[in-house]
């Protein structure tokens, strides 16, 4: 960004969410400023609609399910946070879960690929702490889908394996998004571990 300070490296910002390319597909077909105002409204909804296919994906009713999705979509967290950017991560969510639990019923390679993109989505998602949070939800629900499944101790292995998989694989589709932030992170001064020493380094200083 050419616009704060002397420049700024929204590459390297791991919490801009310039990688995060579903949002600049929408603002590629519509270049306006509204736009943004409409890709607030709009995660809400895709929110709801990724909840919406995982609880049908569980054998719900669609009222039941219509119910679980409304009540994400405008749970608290999403509407006092509507304009955050880790919104990106929580939007993502439940179609991680959804495509796990179709890998889950029909051990469909297919499903591989799928839920590696979702899984890196939220890693581009822009808050490294959601998805922290995010990540252990979803190992936790691996575990728990396993051991519900009555030949567990046979596809123990095929879960470990799928889990492993699509997380590699997602890492390797967010590679340039955590190529940038190590450049910076490595490079950069962190005000955590302050030293006044540092700035004779710098030649104002000297």
């Not at 039941?64 to 979509?73: E, H, T, V």
């Amino acid at each position: 960004s050419p616009y704060r300070a002397a420049g700024y490296p929204l590459g390297a910002d791991l919490i801009s969410g310039l990688y995060f390319w579903p949002k600049h597909i929408l603002f590629y077909i519509f270049p306006f400023l509204n736009t943004f105002n409409y890709w607030l409204i709009l995660r809400l909804l895709i929110a709801g609609f990724g909840t919406f296919l995982f609880l049908q994906r569980l054998a719900l009713s669609r009222q039941a399910a219509l119910i679980g999705a409304i009540a994400y979509m405008l749970s608290g967290h999403m509407i006092v946070n509507l304009a955050s950017w880790w919104q990106n991560v929580v939007m993502v969510l439940p179609y991680v879960l959804w495509s796990f639990e179709n890998y889950f019923q029909t051990l469909q390679k297919k499903y591989i690929g799928l839920s590696a993109i979702f899984l890196s989505l939220l890693v581009l998602g822009g808050q490294p702490q959601t998805t922290v949070i995010d990540g252990l939800l979803i190992g936790a629900y691996t575990v728990y889908r396993l051991f519900i499944t009555e030949n567990w101790r046979r596809l123990w292995r095929t879960y470990l394996g799928f889990f492993i998989l699509t997380s590699f694989l997602a890492l390797v589709i967010a590679l340039p998004m955590i190529i940038d932030f190590s450049i910076s992170f490595f490079n950069g001064i962190s005000f955590h571990h302050y030293d006044p020493q540092i700035f004779k380094h710098f030649s104002l200083a000297q």
